[in-house]
């Protein structure tokens, strides 16, 4: 008898059984289960039945044991395409995750074991030459309409019925479709439609009556439009439902709930016109395309352009000649409130060929939208990190804006890199990927020099429009002269100006809340989280100190709970004490503020970025969420209240992260016809980021900063494995630590013994010691890249599979390939 062998994912999250389980595929579905399909299996001792995902198909496998057989399948088409398949193996075995993390992230939103597949009849017309089992399933869908497949099985147990499905399917007989049964309700709205649509208008005039002239007026209005949403009806009609229910009892028409989208693009958004390029972004655009056309075997490229030099346009455009070739494209954003401006370009420009993808969409919506790019019904998905694994159909173009950006790395498992996903998945795909920056990564840039990604470099603005002026203010000349203030005299003066002539500001703080930290005066006492041992943030909006790492809040203490002293005071500066002083100095101007804190609330960032964009906000103040992107024309000053504040975070990254903080919170400034100026307020204006920021200079710094990262070890010569163990126990963490180590430096046999410290580091606590409760110690890893593999495998070994049999119980590790940060 005739059976292949399926290997599949169990839904189960012990590491003893996170690898593929060999079924038996026996002839009888043999041609239904592909890779992809959920299917029911028996597992374990109890042969519990549960669900699991194909990964592969063999048709031969040598059965050292006896193997359990596939009990059926779930689906009729693959949830996961193969693409995607061979993506999340890949994903496993470069971020050392978990299968079921690596899948999860392919796999529909929502709880995957929920989903299922509905089936309904769709054309009886095209009937013919059907079997006798398929009259069977159409005389069933035609009393009971739309059904669900599990159902249908179940009530008719016909040998092979998903074979004759799928014929049935391929005729146009009927169709299927994806929905989620428990963990995402469909959203309904009644509707209104006409019903006996073969009468006549005359006749249903008769049927109504002479004197119900409202109820001729609605049915003459639905007789055009056969349906209409019940709201949209009774507005356009200015009618009731008692009217609407009369003509029903008549027998003309139905109220019925319709099955809707959660469409999260909500508001009317106006075209958005196709601009001419200029020659500069001609020639960046043509390059693209010629490779599109196969002039070129490069598939990466890199847009090196300065802000405001009309990336966005030529994306536009990259993604018109992948519609042309029948192609999807992805978009990235690095920031959620970068989507709505990013989605307003492209549904202005592509209207309903868009799909959008990010965390801030509820389940239902984000199903609904997984659901539109399965069915190959858009052409474009817009959305922040996760939306690269989009299931996009006939994927040509992945384009990942502002790729400098620290959200594109993943703090949980799997812990990806969307830049190296991205690439891997066009490389899968036969796909190109298009990254682009003012301020490049170090890796990205670096990569470009090598010849790995081809580097396409945009130096002027479009429309001549000059880069902005950026002046900097030493902060220890203000203090020296007397003034004490957050706002230099030359930002003051310059804000004041500015406001005069009706123009906006933007003023940036890499920090919310209204302070850094309260301490004590006399004995120097930091109130710190008891779960994290991290300073508080005071929020003078509820009067709390908050940890940003867990989430605790508490009263401010009015006396020094150490020495009894009532010299504890707010130290630091935060976006709420900017906005509090920029309300008190001008008192006239319309100030808002843009965080974390001000855009919980859904369609906040939509709101605050149309009122800016229409004028209504006179100073925009907030965190790195307005640092990029954002593009207002009438913003003529930038303010840069303490440009320190990431140069001085003890990682190898800050320079680089004060540098394109700098360089992209200036680059919002002078986009319009009407120049532009940054103030940048520092105390230490001497340092080469600083310098090279305010000249708008990426070529010199990266030359600068290259060199350091070149004499000490860093990225992108190296690769650095963050390995963090933690736990409640710090003296048990403390031990585990100190056995990895042991058993790293041992394995480790490449590395010269001289150089062992300058490699593997630590074991030390981590810069942030303890947070939610756990004390966290860190062992830091450096490795060439030829040795990389050989390390993961290493650390696979040690602390995943605990082959060394580690005590390592109420312990945990988390592995970080090239982490973004070290602390």
Partial sequence: MEKKYAQIIVDNKASQVDKPFTYVLESELINSVKEGMRVVVPFGK????????????LDTCDEKYKLKNVVDVLDDKPLVSKSLIDLSKWMRDSYLSSYLDAFQTVLPPGDFKEVNTFIELSNESSINDISNEGTKIIYYLKTRGKVLLED?????????????????????????????????????EKWVKILNADLSLQDMYSIIGTRAIKQKELIEFLYERKDISFKEFSEKMNTSLSTIRSIEKKGLLEIYNKEVNRNPISKEIKYYKKHILSTKQRIVFDKIVDAFNGKSSKNKFLINGVTGSGKTEIYLQLVEEMIKKGKTSIILVPEISLTPQTIDRFVGRFGDLVAVLHSKLSYGERFDQWRRIKEGKVKIVVGARSAVFAPCQNLGLIIIDEEHETTYKSSQNPKYNTIEVGGKRCDIEGAYLVLGSATPSLESYYSSLNGDIVLLELDERVNNYLLPEVKVVDMRDELNNGNKSIFSKELYNSIKENLNINKQIILFLNRRGFSTFVSCRKCGYVVKCDNCDISMTYHRNINRLRCHYCGLSINPPTMCPVCKSNYIKYFGVGTEQVESLTKELFPDARVARMDMDTTTKKGSYENMLMDMKNGQIDILIGTQMIAKGLDFENVTLVGIIAADITLNLPDFRSPERAFQLVTQVAGRAGRGDYSGEVILQTYNPEHYSIKFSKDHNYKEFYKTEVNLRKEFLYPPFIHIISLLIYGENNNKVEIVSKQVYNLLINESTW?????LDNYIIGPYPAPLEKIKNNFRWQILIKSNKEFIESLKAILKRVCILNEYKLNVEDVKFSIDIDPNSIL
């Fill in 46 to 57: 109890g042969n519990k039945l549960i669900k699991g995902i194909v990964i592969n198909i």
């Fill in 152 to 188: 249908l099985k179940r009530n008719l147990s016909i040998p092979n019925i998903n074979e004759i499905l799928n014929n049935l399917e391929e005729k146009g007989v009927i169709t299927t479709s994806l929905d989620i049964k428990t963990t995402i309700e469909k959203k309904y």
């Fill in 751 to 755: 590395i010269e013994k001289s150089e």
